[in-house]
């Protein structure tokens, strides 16, 4: 049992003792819980110790632990595992303990932790303690701070923990491959003060990339800019939990990036004061009001805000080509091209399954029943109680409500809006669109736009 005169009154000698008994415990490894489910579980409240609000891991879960002594002992285990990013399409991917993201390691600041990591992969790993305080030699890049755990074999990572905040865990050992296959996971570490930092929700999650092609099963590993499926803790809209949280209550989230480009993450409805980075926490007198937060590569962001506006609030990275799934990029802009006429021909020559499509925008592929291949994903999809959303990718819903339980994260349905509250339509005469004088015409496109006849400078 963890006790707080220990830990202020003789940390340092602790500290030494249990160095010793730390190698001769290590033999007596402790079991690696694992999950394979798609859905949240429920947040893991502690069983001793300060009484910190536990977070809720966004289609994940928080890593049991085991008290040896003065210590709370983890086992994570590096593996191959099978990932649904959404209903209809299913990754393999390598993650920890069943699952990609790995679970998130939950810890409170001044603990003796000690991680096992089993490694199950083909090749070798290590795993990074990302923004954590710790000796040289427990951080984990592989070939500067410690010899690669290779296949088959465990190593043990030991470190008290010396500050509270949003970090994360991730290998230092062919990165490039080990990370686009989706190894990575949070680490969040609680204020011993159970007032500091106290919140009544607290979501967390991790954002990746993934460069799938339609039908396949396996990421490809080498690609750099051009990925096309981006995921929340290794799920894209309509798989991604929604936020379920009470009216009133404060709430934190907190998202780390693991991918290769920046999120501007924007949330509706509120605005929230950006309260952590992986640096640690953001002192009052310097935070600041954003409604969208560009949350760097390799960074973690943490915002708070009391939600205190009732409602379905997007939030969504407001890169928008991010809130899609996989899709041609080489698509023309159709906009305004009558192909319906073109269609017969075009059927005859390229294939009889031909469609016109784009020649008003996209939205009808939100709603479309299109033929994919096995095991992909549509480009958009999702509905509301008013239609098809046309989101994929990095998007989800905070779903504030009143009245619901404390710690009940189950998703609330859709918002039912006061009367009078929703947008409406109204019939009237409109102005024709704008249309550039000596455009080409099209009859999609509104009234003609008249040429002058002798007009000044057409030459024939
Ligand atoms: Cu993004």
Redesign the pocket.
Request: net charge positive.
């Given at each position: 049992m963890l006790s707080r005169r220990g830990f202020i009154g003789s940390a340092a000698v602790l500290a030494s003792a249990s160095v010793v008994s730390g190698r001769v415990e290590a033999a007596n490894i402790p079991e690696a819980p694992t999950t394979t489910t798609n859905t949240m579980q429920p947040p893991l409240a502690p069983q001793s110790g300060p009484a910190y609000q536990p977070v809720a891991t966004l289609n994940g879960w928080t890593l049991p632990w085991r008290q040896n002594g003065d210590w709370k002992e983890f086992h994570l285990v590096a593996e191959p595992v099978v990932r649904e990013f959404a209903p209809g399409m299913k990754v393999h991917l390598w993650g920890y303990n069943g699952q990609s993201p790995g679970p998130t390691i939950e810890v409170v600041e001044g603990d003796k932790v000690r991680i096992f990591v089993t490694n199950k992969l083909p090749e070798h790993t290590t795993v990074h303690w990302h923004g954590i305080l710790l000796p040289n030699g427990m951080e984990g890049v592989g070939g500067l701070t410690q010899p690669h755990i290779k296949p088959g074999k465990t190593f043990v990572y030991e470190f008290v923990m010396r500050k509270s905040g949003t970090f994360m865990y991730h290998p230092h050992a062919d990165e490039m491959v080990q990370m686009a296959m989706g190894m990575m996971g949070l680490f969040i570490v609680h204020p011993r003060d159970e007032k500091l930092h106290r919140v009544d929700r607290d979501f967390v999650f991790l954002?990746a990339s993934y460069d799938i092609d339609p039908g396949a099963y396996l990421p490809k590993v080498n690609t750099m800019t051009d990925f096309n499926l981006?995921t929340w803790n290794s799920r894209v809209f309509p798989g991604i939990d929604s936020l379920a949280v009470r009216q009133g209550d404060r709430v934190r989230v907190r998202i780390g990036n693991l991918s290769m480009?920046?999120?501007?993450i924007h949330m509706h409805g509120h605005d929230f004061a950006v309260t952590g980075t992986d640096g640690g926490w953001v002192p009052e007198s310097a935070r600041w009001p954003e409604v969208t937060i560009d949350v760097p590569v390799g960074a973690m962001r943490a915002f708070e805000f009391v939600a205190d506006e009732p409602g379905d609030w997007a939030i969504h990275?407001?890169?928008s080509h991010?809130t899609m799934n996989a899709m041609g990029h080489a698509v023309k802009n159709f906009i305004g091209v009558q192909k319906r006429d073109l269609v017969t021909g075009i059927r005859r020559i390229v294939s009889p399954d031909y469609m016109a499509m784009g020649s008003r925008g996209m939205a009808e592929m939100g709603a479309m029943e299109m033929q994919l291949p096995d095991n992909t994903l549509p480009m958009m999809s999702g509905y509301g109680q008013f239609g098809p959303l046309e989101m994929g990718g990095?998007f989800s819903v905070v779903k504030v409500r009143e009245g619901l339980g404390a710690n009940d994260y189950k998703d609330p349905g859709w918002y039912q809006h006061p009367p009078g509250t929703v947008a409406y339509e109204v019939e009237g005469p409109t102005p024709p669109p704008a249309r550039a004088e000596g455009a080409p015409n099209t009859p999609t496109n509104g009234p003609k736009v008249v040429k002058p006849r002798n007009g000044g400078h057409d030459h024939h």
């Open positions: 954002m981006w480009t920046t999120h501007p990275c407001h890169k991010h990095m």
